[in-house]
């Protein structure tokens, strides 16, 4: 006769199998692989690719902006005036990457460079990413940008 333990205890055993064939199948993406996905949409001048990056209630401190962008209207608007140039492009020159849970931070520095009448624009900036895995991929609920500061010359 089979008892009552035996059937609970393969019971246990098949839920934790199942567990970790799902854990498996369902592995977390790279947080690292946004950032590289972001930088390839806003060379792509692809604004609604870019936006599509951002959570629907993302906050964004852009470097070239006084106020906050709150609205995908806003977001489309600036990478409107960014990706406006036809050789914009993003140079990402070091990252942080931290993924605690459900939430990830990327921090680090890139540069944006273009050509506007005819001139070389070179910026050299820094960023931090706030990510939230929403749907299988991360997305940005917060976003900081801003030019590095010139250092301070010695005298």
Do not use: C
Not at 13 to 32: E, F, I, Q, R, W
Not at 36 to 51: G, M, Y
Not at 125 to 132: E, G, K, L, N, P
């Amino acid at each position: 006769m089979i008892s009552f333990r035996s059937i609970a205890g393969v019971f246990a055993v098949s839920v934790m199998l199942a567990g970790a064939v799902y854990a498996a199948s369902t592995k977390t993406p790279d947080v690292s692989d946004a950032l590289k996905q972001w930088e390839a949409a806003v060379e792509s001048r692809n604004i609604d690719k870019v936006v599509s990056y951002y959570d629907k209630k993302a906050i964004m401190f852009p470097a070239f902006a006084i106020k906050p962008l709150t609205t995908r209207a806003q977001l489309t608007e600036y990478y409107r005036k960014v990706t406006s140039n036809p050789d914009v492009k993003v140079e990402i020159t070091e990252t942080h990457p931290r993924q605690f849970g459900n939430v990830a931070l990327n921090s680090g520095l890139y540069t944006l460079s273009y050509t506007q009448e005819g001139e070389s624009i070179v910026i050299p900036s820094r960023f931090s990413f706030t990510y939230i895995l929403s749907g299988g991929k991360w997305v940005i609920v917060d976003h900081h940008s801003s030019k590095v500061p010139l250092e301070k010359q010695k005298q």
